[in-house]
């Protein structure tokens, strides 16, 4: 009898439901506000993949690849979502960096003429008024990568800073062309901006939009609360990639500038194209193309905006991507 009520009480004892383990918390610092191009982070309050992984999200909204990598090295984060041209002047600067995931391997900067101007290519743009969000925004930046690959040089065209609404002055004749993002040409198609020609940076270098970086020392400190990040991360984007429409509806009510369902499905369906490449569709998402990263910082170089030579084998780790689905 009381080996069977010592039986009966471990049987109960395995059924009760296991005490619930601490979450790790884990900051990251955007680039942007919340909006609808990130719904696969800001839809963790709906589908938990970052929960499953035994994380607790948390977002801190930036303004540019800048803010974010400085709102990282003043604690308020643990990791950087930036891009390549911020992580370059980083280093230039000193910093002691690590990029850890490939968000975006597509470039998704271009440059915009209305057809009737005749600008068809990029050689075609010397001598010509051009548009930027900023002289601090990837718009500048990815500008003069192009012409550097053609041989041009910031001197040889006129750089305006036009604002986030850059596409009003090109409409208006006040520029011969404007640099932007394809989200921001697909805002401004949807507003009526008429018959254009679009030169893709990415068609001269192919430098990724957008990375995870953190500091050298989180990444020795915190490998395996990391690389759950990461699994987690490639979960979400795996998801939204199959998931569009769902991926829209949940920006509705999640992101700033989701109101309108239709947008945010054009909007994420651009954003899970630039997620993938040949290199992911072969490794898996995340992948780097180590060569591609320091084509950009020798470019960054030669441009006189950063002074240093960078080794970017030294700063580009591929060992806590997760492996591609399917795979051991």
Excluded: C
Excluded at 19 to 47: C, F, H, R, Y
Excluded at 286 to 311: E, N, T, W, Y
């Amino acid at each position: 009898m009381r080996l069977r009520l010592a039986f009966l009480f471990v049987l109960s004892w395995l059924a009760l439901p296991a005490a619930a383990q601490p979450l790790d918390k884990v900051t990251v610092a955007g680039w942007s506000q919340p909006i609808s191009e990130i719904t696969n982070l800001l839809a963790e309050p709906d589908k938990g993949f970052f929960k499953a992984k035994g994380i607790a999200l948390d977002y801190v909204p930036g303004n540019g690849g800048g803010s974010a990598i400085q709102n990282m090295l003043t604690g308020q984060a643990d990791i950087a979502f930036t891009d390549p041209a911020s992580l370059y002047l980083a280093l230039d600067k000193g910093e002691k960096l690590i990029a850890i995931y490939n968000i975006y391997p597509q470039n998704v900067f271009n440059v915009v003429a209305l057809k009737k101007s005749g600008i068809r290519s990029a050689a075609d743009l010397k001598g010509k008024r051009i548009g930027v969000y900023s002289l601090s925004s990837g718009t500048f930046q990815n500008l003069l990568v192009l012409l550097h690959q053609m041989g041009l040089g910031e001197k040889d065209v006129t750089i305006q800073v036009a604002g986030l609404l850059n596409f009003a002055p090109l409409i208006q004749g006040q520029l011969d062309a404007t640099a932007a993002t394809d989200t921001g040409l697909l805002v401004a198609r949807a507003k009526g901006l008429g018959d254009v020609d679009v030169i893709e940076v990415k068609d001269q270098l192919n430098l990724p939009s957008d990375i995870f970086v953190v500091t050298q020392a989180t990444y020795e400190a915190k490998k395996p609360i990391l690389r759950r990040f990461l699994a987690a991360y490639r979960d979400a984007t795996a998801w939204m990639i199959a998931n569009p429409e769902e991926a829209a509806r949940l920006a509705v009510i999640r992101a700033i500038n989701g109101r309108d369902e239709a947008v945010n499905l054009e909007i994420i369906k651009l954003r899970n194209r630039a997620s993938v490449s040949p290199t992911t569709a072969r490794e898996g998402l995340g992948q780097f193309d180590p060569d591609v990263m320091q084509k950009g910082a020798d470019a960054f170089r030669s441009l006189g905006l950063i002074s240093h030579a960078l080794d970017m084998s030294q700063v580009v780790k591929s060992d806590l991507i997760p492996p591609k689905e399917g795979t051991p």
